[in-house]
């Protein structure tokens, strides 16, 4: 019988637990961890996502700050923005809302980022760090990743572990996370892309496969290995075949050939994408606890 993987049920379960360390954190410290997020520009998808963000910090006790900036903001007015929340002793996290307007250098902001409050995981310190196996704030849609998989993979000591992708925020950091030799990895990885001439090969071999590619189905059921974990990250909008005037999002991987294959299967929506808000509010209280130790 195939498990699904309740990718809410998980993140409203790690959230609990956040409220109840905020709790105590504020009782220690007489105040709560703050996380700034900064949105520039009027794209709705981020706009829903900061939204989402906010509302996330007061379901767990977090002290939100949100700056909402207009597309016509500059590099320099962003940087020094940045530079504020860095120096800002209530903001324990900062996240930059991505993608940013062309005319701003994404890197650059990145980098300014001082990378004790870096809650998204992308400062290259923090990558550094991940990729030496050393504590850091992991980025969040891996880290939420990684814990699906330890909850639903059982022993993943020595299992091989695939991953379709290599993008900085999703396929690199999964592979670089999972082949560290700690109880929570371990695992022998495989990464391909779209230079493989034929990515089943590889697929049919995982224990674990995670499909980080931005391509609706391109993983289908023949790809599967019988009783794999498939962690489907892809997020895509495509014409709902029931209803031509509607849109339907789906995932990377065909679920409905993939499950019956499936030890274990996220669905999409409800599987990875609720994971990454409660890995970032984790990453925010652990950025407190870090920053206070
Ligand atoms: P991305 O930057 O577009 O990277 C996609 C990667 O997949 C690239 O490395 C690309 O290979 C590879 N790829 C694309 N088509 C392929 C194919 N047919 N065969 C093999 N490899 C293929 O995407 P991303 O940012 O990693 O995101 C991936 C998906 O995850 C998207 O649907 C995104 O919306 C979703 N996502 C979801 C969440 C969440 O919270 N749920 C968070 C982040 C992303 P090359 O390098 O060779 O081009």
Redesign the pocket.
């Known amino acids: 019988m195939t498990q699904i993987i309740d990718g809410k049920k998980i993140s409203q379960e790690i959230r609990d637990s956040l409220k109840a360390r905020v709790a105590e954190l504020k009782k220690k410290y007489n105040r709560v961890p703050g996380l700034a997020v900064v949105l520039v520009g009027d794209d709705p998808a981020s706009a829903v996502y900061v939204r989402m963000k906010g509302k996330g910090c007061d379901e767990v006790g977090l002290k939100s700050f949100q700056h909402i900036l207009p597309e016509s903001t500059n590099e320099k007015e962003l940087l020094d923005l940045v530079e504020g929340l860095n120096n800002n002793p209530e903001v324990n996290g900062i996240l930059v809302q991505l993608p940013l307007p062309k005319h701003i250098n994404e890197l650059a902001v990145i980098n300014a980022i001082n990378p004790d409050k870096d809650v998204d995981g992308f400062h290259p310190v923090n990558t550094g760090k991940m990729v030496n196996g050393d504590e850091c704030l992991l980025p969040c849609?891996p880290a939420g990743i990684q814990e699906l998989i330890c909850r639903y993979a059982g022993d993943i000591k020595g299992k091989h572990l695939v991953v379709?992708?290599?993008?900085n925020?999703?396929?690199k950091p999964v592979a670089n996370m999972m082949y560290q030799k700690n109880d929570r990895a371990n695992c022998v990885v495989t990464i391909?892309?779209?230079?493989?001439p034929d990515?089943s090969v590889y697929t049919k071999q995982a224990d674990i496969l995670v499909v980080?590619?931005?391509?609706p189905h391109?993983v289908t059921g023949s790809m599967v290995k019988e009783g794999a974990v498939v962690i489907d990250?892809?997020?895509?909008r495509i014409p709902d075949p029931a209803d031509n005037t509607k849109t339907k999002i789906v995932g990377?991987v065909e679920f409905d050939s993939a499950a019956p294959k499936a030890k274990a299967i996220t669905p999409v929506p409800g599987g990875?994408?609720p994971m990454?808000i409660a890995m970032l509010l984790s990453n925010t209280v652990k950025a407190f606890e870090q920053q206070n130790s």
């Open positions: 849609t379709v992708g290599r993008s925020i999703v396929g391909c892309h779209t230079a493989a990515i980080a590619a931005g391509k391109v990250v892809g997020v895509n990377d990875v994408g990454t």
